[in-house]
T-cell receptor
Framework: DTEVTQTPKHLVMGMTNKKSLKCEQH?????MYWYKQKAKKPPELMFV???????INESVPSRFSPECPNSSLLNLHLHALQPEDSALYLC??????????FGPGTRLTVL | DQQVKQNSPSLSVQEGRISILNCDYT??????FLWYKKYPAEGPTFLIS?????DKNEDGRFTVFLNKSAKHLSLHIVPSQPGDSAVYFC??????????FGAGTILRVKS
C-alpha cells in the first residue's frame, strides 16, 4: 500500500465552524506533513510530525491545530478560519524527509 | 525569499519530442533535489530525485541534470507523451530538512 488518503475531498465551512481534516497512511512512514497550496502557487509547509511528535510548525496561526493520534493518522483541526484560508490542504508522509508521498488533498472553502 | 525558482510558467511540446523543464536555486546548502508531477485535483507525485554529489540521474524516460556551479537543475523527458501533461514542481532540501518547492511549470504535450 503506497497510498496516502485524505478526507474529505471537499469541505465548505463558515468562519464560526469547527471542522477537521483527516489523513491516513499505511506505509509505516514515521514523518507526516501538512501543506497548504493556493491556486497557481507551490505547496507551503505548515506542520511536520516525526515519530508522532510535532517537530516543525511554520508559524501557522493557532486557528489551525494539528494532531497525530498514532503513526498512521494525522488530523488538522480548523476553527474560526478566514476566507483567505481557502486552499488545497495536502497531507504527505515519508520514511526519511526526502521522498514524500502526497495525498490527493482536501479542497477547503471558507465562506 | 524564493529559494527555488521555476522561471517558465508553461511549456508546450510536440508528442515524441524532448521536454526540458528548468529550475534554479539560490541556497548553496541544498543537498537533495526532487521533481514532482501534479495532475489537477490530485496530490503531487514523486518523479525523480538527485543528490548534490551527483550530476545526473536517469529513470526510464526521465533524466535529471544538476549543475551545482550554476545552481541549476533540469528535468528531461524523452520522448514526451500526452499523459505527461501536468504541472511539474522542482523541490530542494537541506540535510533532509523540509522541502522547498518552486512555483511549478505547466507542461502541455500536444499529439
Amino acid at each position: 500500500d503506497t497510498e496516502v488518503t485524505q478526507t474529505p475531498k471537499h469541505l465548505v465551512m463558515g468562519m464560526t465552524n469547527k471542522k477537521s481534516l483527516k489523513c491516513e497512511q499505511h506505509m509505516g512512514h514515521r514523518a507526516m506533513y501538512w501543506y497548504k497550496q493556493k491556486a497557481k502557487k507551490p505547496p507551503e509547509l505548515m506542520f511536520v510530525y516525526s515519530y508522532e511528535k510535532l517537530s516543525i510548525n511554520e508559524s501557522v496561526p493557532s486557528r489551525f491545530s494539528p494532531e497525530c493520534p498514532n503513526s498512521s493518522l494525522l488530523n488538522l483541526h480548523l476553527h474560526a478560519l478566514q476566507p483567505e484560508d481557502s486552499a488545497l490542504y495536502l497531507c504527505a508522509s515519508s520514511q526519511g524527509t526526502l521522498k514524500q508521498f502526497f495525498g490527493p488533498g482536501t479542497r477547503l472553502t471558507v465562506l | 525569499d524564493q529559494q527555488v525558482k521555476q522561471n517558465s510558467p508553461s511549456l508546450s511540446v510536440q508528442e515524441g519530442r524532448i521536454s526540458i523543464l528548468n529550475c534554479d536555486y539560490t541556497n548553496s546548502m541544498f543537498d537533495y533535489f526532487l521533481w514532482y508531477k501534479k495532475y489537477p485535483a490530485e496530490g503531487p507525485t514523486f518523479l525523480i530525485s538527485i543528490s548534490s554529489i551527483k550530476d545526473k540521474n536517469e529513470d526510464g524516460r526521465f533524466t535529471v541534470f544538476l549543475n551545482k556551479s550554476a545552481k541549476h537543475l533540469s528535468l528531461h523527458i524523452v520522448p514526451s507523451q500526452p499523459g505527461d501533461s501536468a504541472v511539474y514542481f522542482c523541490a530542494a532540501s537541506v540535510y533532509g530538512n523540509k522541502l522547498v518547492f518552486g512555483a511549478g511549470t505547466i507542461l502541455r504535450v500536444k499529439s
